[in-house]
């Protein structure tokens, strides 16, 4: 159980970097990071601002890695939050084409990695309770699992 724990803190430690470092990026260079020449003043504050978001995103994610067995909740709201990004992104490719491969990459992240993570961390969580009580049956689950 240990050693899945540890790979799972891993890989959360890993894939997290994705948002924070993508969400950097848009806080520093702004919609022209997409794509040069970018006018319109208000669609780059909002861009900064999303990508602020997503820099958070990041960032709570990696505050589920310690003690990651213990972080059920925040690990769904952040997988919820980022799942539903991920429908309007998928809204947007119906609604106005493909994007670049980079927004495609992103989508699986979305959809598909970060609801994946999800279960994986649900398993662990459930994995982790079972063993605490199996050492003291009186013993009741702690954290928000």
């Not at 490719?93 to 493909?98: A, R």
Request: proline share 4%.
């Amino acid at each position: 159980m240990e050693g899945e724990r540890r790979l799972l803190q891993r890989v959360v430690a890993v894939a997290g970097l994705v948002p924070v470092l993508a969400g950097l990026y848009g806080v520093l260079f702004g919609a022209n990071g997409l794509s040069a020449g970018v006018a319109d003043v208000s669609a780059d504050s909002h861009f900064r601002y999303l990508s602020g978001l997503l820099t958070g995103i990041g960032l709570l994610f990696w505050s589920c890695v310690p003690g990651i067995e213990t972080k059920a909740r925040l690990f769904r709201f952040l997988t919820l939050v980022v799942v539903l990004g991920g429908l309007a992104r998928l809204l947007g490719l119906w609604l106005t084409g493909l994007p670049s491969a980079t927004m495609l990459a992103a989508l699986g992240m979305e959809l598909v990695v970060t609801p994946l993570l999800c279960l994986w961390q649900a398993r662990v969580a459930g994995r982790a309770r079972d063993a605490a009580q199996a050492l003291d049956p009186a013993t009741r689950p702690t954290g928000d699992v």
